[in-house]
């Protein structure tokens, strides 16, 4: 298995600035370096997760969904995705994908739902792979709704691989009524932290591509958003009455879509 442990991954610099503690020396050395140039570099992950959160309780206990196909899942940092959704329907199924061998390696902490959950490891730029692939087919039953999760993910997407091409391929294998949840940066609010970190990863040979408002509401062509539509992170469907981080530490926008 190569972890490439000398550069630095996106999933383990994101687990360090979760306080995780899956992570090199090169993921450290990256993940300090872009705190120096944003101080807010562990706010994006944390309103991440909690995203996540919020959207799959949402989907499942609003909209019916039992279903789950989350493409870039990361290191695990529970709760997970089938530990919300399985909280609201005990049987839900999760088939979890990343590209990542440190993610395979830790997978088994994502298999420990009393449900049905699968994790394969395949690359979000193949989605004909993945959509083909036995965990997904014997899992999910494409006859019913589908919640399509890519959550911080599609950044690491650059425009010569066509991102828009790979998300409406994958939702185009799924019913009416399944969703898109999606979470992207941006660089609306603080454009030369985000320009620095971008550096940074171009550096170490990582794609990185915050995207405007427009591009990421793009992602949503075809689909019916709801309410209360792209909003950056913690002003999508809040369940605090904390203040939020301001727009330029979250830059992370975030949306449900149903695909009538
Ligand atoms: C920032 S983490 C997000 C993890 C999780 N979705 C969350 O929001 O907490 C991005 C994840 O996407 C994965 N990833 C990046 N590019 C990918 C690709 N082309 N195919 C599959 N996974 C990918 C990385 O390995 C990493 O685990």
């Not at 792979?129 to 890519?150: H, Q, Y």
């Amino acid at each position: 298995m190569d972890l490439h442990t000398d550069r630095p991954h996106p999933a383990r610099v994101y687990n360090y600035l979760l306080g995780g503690d899956v992570y090199f020396d090169a993921d450290k050395h990256a993940a300090e370096q872009g705190i120096r140039s944003n101080p807010h570099s562990r706010v994006p992950p944390r309103e991440n997760r909690a995203f996540l959160r919020r959207a799959v309780r949402f989907l499942a206990a609003e909209q019916g969904i039992d279903q789950f196909l989350d493409i870039g899942t990361g290191i695990p940092s529970p709760p997970n995705v089938h530990h919300v959704a399985q909280s609201v329907h005990p049987g839900a199924r999760v088939v979890y994908v990343d590209h990542d061998p440190i993610v395979l390696a830790h997978a088994a902490t994502l298999l420990d739902g009393t449900g049905e959950t699968r994790f394969l490891k395949a690359d979000l730029l193949d989605p004909r792979a993945i959509l083909e692939s036995p965990e997904v087919r014997e899992t999910l039953d494409f006859d019913r709704p589908v919640a399509l999760l890519l959550i911080a993910v599609l950044h690491f997407v650059g425009d010569d691989q066509d991102p828009y091409a790979l998300v409406a391929e994958l939702l185009a294998a799924l019913p009416p009524g399944s969703h898109l949840t999606l979470s992207h940066l941006t660089g609306d609010f603080a454009p030369e932290a985000w320009a620095a970190v971008t550096e940074i990863f171009r550096r170490q040979g990582v794609t990185m591509r915050v995207r405007t408002r427009p591009e990421v509401v793009r992602f949503f062509t075809g689909l019916d958003l709801i309410d209360p539509g792209l909003q950056v992170l913690p002003q999508w469907r809040p369940d605090t009455d904390e203040p939020p981080a301001s727009d330029a530490a979250v830059s992370v926008y975030g949306a449900v879509a149903r695909k009538p």
